[in-house]
């Protein structure tokens, strides 16, 4: 099983829109979860850190249950801006960050 | 601060030669990492470095060194570089621990090994 899982997408929508994304991580004793988003040809900048208890960003909402090892990330009211891949990340049984391989979101005019 | 930067952004290389990537931060973090992100595989580990003159291995090590003799600088070899090679290579770096600090990225550098 691959540590990190995400939906490749493409996630196609308009402007305006509400959107999510999930993701499974299979390290159960992992205590750290992040969403980056990546821009085409560029690098991987952090979105948002995933805490316990939910934790939002303006129009960024992210979510963890730890009993079904699933984290989501959940776009509301979407620009054309927020176009790009985002990056689930789980901390790995070696300590080091697993990325998963991203989902890609297309917001259209 | 100019952050993380890479050298160089993009290089072609035969395969069985050398090369050297560099990597800077000034941000004084003592955590620094090199991925590499292949077209559906996200990035993977390639070696990382927990403070000067200590560096360890990641996910995928193989045909790759490393050394870390300051803080700053970081630089990735490719001993004999193989067309699986290709790909496009990150540098990274974070206050302290990648689990729990936010991580830092260059601009990458696209090698193409022919």
């Known amino acids: 099983r691959k540590e990190v899982e995400q939906d490749p997408g493409p996630f196609n929508v308009p402007e305006g829109a509400t959107v999510a994304f999930n993701c499974t991580y299979s390290?159960?004793?992992?205590?750290?979860f992040f969403w980056y988003r990546q821009d085409c040809r560029k690098e991987p900048k952090l979105l948002m850190s995933?805490?316990?208890s939910g934790n939002e960003d303006g129009r960024f909402t992210a979510q963890l249950n730890r009993a079904s090892q699933y984290i989501s990330l959940l776009i509301r009211d979407s620009k054309l801006s927020d176009s790009a891949t985002y990056l689930c990340?789980?901390?790995?049984?070696?300590?080091?960050?697993?990325f998963g391989k991203g989902t890609k979101l297309s917001v259209k005019p | 601060n100019a952050g993380v930067t890479q050298t160089p952004k993009f290089q072609v290389l035969k395969t069985g030669q050398s090369m050297t990537l560099q990597c800077a931060q000034d941000?004084?973090?003592?955590?620094m990492s090199w991925y590499r992100q292949d077209p559906g595989m996200g990035l993977r580990l390639i070696h990382y470095?927990?403070?000067?003159?200590?560096?360890d291995q990641g996910e995928v090590p193989n045909g790759y060194n490393v050394s870390r003799s300051t803080t700053e600088d970081f630089p990735l070899r490719l001993l004999s570089a193989a067309p699986s090679q290709t790909s496009v290579y990150f540098c990274?770096?974070?206050?302290?621990?990648?689990?729990?600090?936010?991580?830092?990225f260059g601009p990458g550098t696209r090698l193409t090994v022919t």
């Open positions: 470095s927990v403070g000067a003159g200590i560096t």
């Open positions: 941000m004084n973090h003592e955590y």
């Open positions: 390290n159960s004793a992992s205590q750290s």
């Open positions: 990274a770096s974070s206050y302290a621990s990648s689990v729990s600090y936010e991580q830092y």
């Open positions: 995933v805490y316990s």
């Open positions: 990340v789980s901390g790995g049984s070696q300590g080091n960050l697993i």
